[in-house]
């Protein structure tokens, strides 16, 4: 099914999200089945209108991946990645199979220096493979998608040859990726300038832009190509992606929104969703956002400075040129402590955008009220950090049970653990070189895995105080496989358990399982 029949001379915009394909490239961003769908879920929900679930032939999960994916996502169209071989295109076609609406995304370098050092293909050997490919993708949909890899940096005369022969293919979507991050925005927005004047069927196909960020000119650049006639957008979020990640969703799209008077383009992006994005994606990934990162940074609508504070509360529209509210923030009224009752816990879990059912709420509470207990001061960040805490609960293989801690500087620093493994009691007392070395000690001695390093482990405080909620995360590598855990809690040698045995957990259940690295 082809849903994406806008021309390039509309004002409507598509966006394009890679966040589960050219995101998940990034190193340490790998996502199992599970989080994907998440992901691909808040995505949905939030008007994306083409979500690239994965690279199908790049390993059974991806394939796995797109074909769950395809089944559950209502709205978007649904694409698969594919290089211009047969098998990729199969892999990719079947995979897409359940979408309501699918798309094929195939691929070849047009570069001079790619065609010739890593394809090893003369250019009239690449235009036969376009022909190809995309002939061929058009036997599983009619949506197909064709990219110029290393698109900024071919030859101008040969990439129209290449467009246009992909056009007569069957290409409905015509993709010029800035791969490396190479152009400035004159530069790339000349070229769909150029194409549009010399490629005869130019107006059959769709144009795309998908920049990488290698010089920080990734959102620019995306502009500056829809300008000149691109009428797609393909971006992450949270901006994250190989290298120095892509274009930004949420920054192309607030830029859009804020300066209609230069980018005068509509976009299906429910923008009040962009921090629900972002956050999810952050907790999945263990990738936090830098604070001044723009929208969606933890100081993108704080002031500090006494005079911008004194401007923001005569006008905010001083210092702020969007509100917090269309991206999803909201500031609370309700002060939280060990006496709110359920109705304002409620009340500002729907503030915070955060929807319960009637038996998670009230597991939530009583995790509240535990929280509340220990802990004086409650802020927005420690309900958010509690609610992901509890989303991340899954089946596992190993539960925490009790720990106790002997430290100091007279030692020996003891951990003395129980845990739950597949429901049975089991307890292990061991010593290490400090509280957190005795603690891993101790899990070891429970659950051995010799051949696991300990890649990462960070200790995060959500809120400020003594007695701050304490964020932990723990990497763990075995191998080709790689797993992130996290726990939050206000004793950290509890939420370092916690972060250690998910990330267990996860490396017990992707034992076996290969993955084979395909960056297109």
């Known amino acids: 099914m082809n849903s994406q029949n806008t021309n390039k001379t509309d004002n409507r915009v598509i966006i394009f999200d890679t966040t589960l394909r050219d995101g998940e490239q990034s190193p340490g961003c790998s996502m199992n089945l599970e989080e994907k769908l998440r992901m691909a879920t808040v995505l949905d929900e939030m008007g994306v209108d083409v979500i690239e679930a994965g690279f199908p032939i790049a390993s059974k999960g991806d394939y796995e991946s797109v074909y ?9 169209t649904i694409a698969g990645l594919c290089r211009a071989r047969e098998a990729d295109i199969e892999a990719a076609g079947t995979a897409i199979a359940p979408a309501k609406s699918r798309r094929i995304h195939t691929f070849i370098s047009t570069s001079p220096l ?16 376009i022909h190809d490919s995309v002939t061929m993708a058009c036997k599983f949909t009619d949506d197909v998608e064709w990219s110029a890899e290393d698109g900024s940096r071919t030859d101008h005369d040969f990439l ?26 004159a530069d790339y927005g000349f070229l769909f300038t150029m194409l549009r004047e010399r490629v005869p069927n130019i107006d059959k196909a769709v144009l795309s832009v998908h920049c990488h960020n290698d ?28 290298r120095a990640g892509n274009a930004a969703l949420e920054e192309v799209v607030m830029a859009m929104r804020t300066r209609a008077d230069v980018y005068d383009f509509d976009n299906n992006i429910d923008s009040t969703q962009i921090m629900r994005a972002s956050r ?26 006494g005079i911008h504070q004194d401007g923001m509360l005569k006008n905010a529209q001083t210092y702020e040129i969007m509100t917090p509210e269309s991206v999803g923030l909201k500031e609370s009224e309700i002060v939280l402590g060990k006496h709110s009752g359920r109705n304002a816990f409620r009340t500002k879990l729907q503030e915070l955008g955060l929807d319960l059912g009637d038996n998670a709420l009230n597991e939530a509470f009583q995790r509240f009220k535990n929280l509340a207990d220990r802990k004086k001061d409650i802020f927005e960040e420690d309900i958010i950090a509690l609610i992901d805490d509890e989303n991340l609960r899954v089946s ?63 200790v995060h405080a959500v809120t400020q105080g003594t007695d ?28 370092s358990c916690q972060a250690y045995i998910r990330a267990l957990n996860k490396l017990l259940t992707q034992r076996g399982k290969e993955n084979i690295g395909v960056n297109p």
């Open 68 to 76: 769950e994916i395809s089944k559950l996502v209502k709205n978007a």
């Open 114 to 129: 790619h065609m010739k050092h890593k394809l090893n293909m003369t250019p009239e050997a690449v235009l036969d493979a």
């Open 160 to 185: 129209c040859r290449a467009v246009e022969t992909a056009i007569a293919a069957g290409a409905t979507t015509i993709n010029i990726p800035d791969t490396v991050g190479y152009a400035t925005p």
């Open 215 to 242: 010089l920080g000119l990734a959102v620019a650049n995306s502009l500056a190509g829809v300008q000149a006639g691109a009428r797609q957008i393909e971006c992450t979020i949270n901006g994250i992606g190989e």
């Open 280 to 305: 999810t994606l952050s907790k999945i990934t263990s990738f936090s956002v830098q604070p001044n990162k723009a929208i969606v940074g933890a100081n993108a609508f704080a002031h500090e400075s």
């Open 396 to 458: 596992e293989h190993l539960k925490f049970g009790t720990l106790g801690i002997q430290a100091g500087s007279q030692g020996p620093q003891v951990a003395d653990l129980t845990l739950f493994v597949d429901g049975k009691e089991v307890h292990a007392e061991s010593e290490g070189n400090g509280p957190v070395d005795a603690l891993f000690n101790a899990i070891r001695k429970i659950e051995p895995h010799d051949d696991a390093v300990l890649l990462l482990y960070k």
């Open 468 to 495: 701050a909620q304490a964020e932990v995360t723990v990497k763990l590598q075995e191998g080709d496989i790689t797993t992130v855990g996290q726990g939050a809690d206000v004793d950290t040698m509890v939420a």
